[in-house]
């Protein structure tokens, strides 16, 4: 399902990302973890095909990005803070970035900005915004085409108790559905909760793996 070869980054002189190779067979919750600078969101940026590789390749589902496909399909995705227009409303974004692929009515988009506890008729523009409501909104946008694969990046920032907890219900919902997430995350204990492996990064590196229950 996903194949990566021997990945490496180099950025200033520097890789950045070093002789990465793991497999993902089969649908799932993944966790990645590591300190600041371990190169998680890079590795993520690789999957997304949103960086250029120095060596190395990413396969998904059989197509190699950035050579059969420039972005991996039925995938959603939520990198680094979300950036939106700022001088729209929540629904407005969510219907532009829907409109690229006519994928969602509008409909679909009120429900999904209710499903992450967004209001559909607030018309506060984003820049008014809290952290956590922008989060929610990233996590209404990545969801809301149906995605098979879902790559979040520290999805847990700006969350309150609720919507942490939102979001594990989310994640156990959509393995449950046979989709495949891979959720990068500083919360060793909320990786625990919610992946059944996890792959350890540092200085670029995937020093380790395992699965939850086996050495944990």
């Known amino acids: ?9 180099v950025y200033k002189n520097k890789k950045v990302l070093q002789d990465i190779s793991f497999s993902i067979d089969k649908a799932g919750v993944y966790g990645f973890k590591g300190r600041n600078g371990s190169g998680k969101t890079l590795l993520f940026k690789a999957l997304l095909g949103l960086i250029t590789l120095a060596e190395g390749s990413v396969e998904i589902n059989g197509r190699s990005i950035g050579e059969d496909i420039s972005f ?11 950036s939106f227009l700022p001088n729209r409303t929540g629904f407005k974004n969510l ?8 994928s969602c009515t509008h409909e679909e988009i009120r429900a999904v900005l209710e499903e992450v506890g967004l209001n559909p008729d607030n018309n506060d523009k984003v820049k008014k915004y809290s952290l956590g409501m922008k989060q929610r ?77 086996v050495n944990a």
């Open 72 to 82: 991996p399909e039925k995938t959603g995705f939520l990198i680094e803070y979300p």
């Open 95 to 102: 219907e532009i970035l829907a409109k690229i692929n006519n």
């Open 1 to 9: 399902m996903i194949r990566v070869a021997s990945v490496s980054k």
């Open 137 to 213: 909104l990233g996590l209404a946008q990545s969801i809301m085409e149906n995605p098979d694969i879902l790559i979040w990046d520290e999805p847990t920032n700006g969350l309150d108790e609720t919507g942490v907890g939102f979001l594990q219900t989310k994640i156990a919902d959509f393995k449950n559905m046979g989709k495949t997430i891979l959720i990068s995350s500083h919360d060793s204990e909320f990786l625990k909760e919610v992946c059944e492996k996890i792959f350890v990064l540092d200085n670029g590196r995937l020093i380790n793996h395992y699965d939850i229950g």
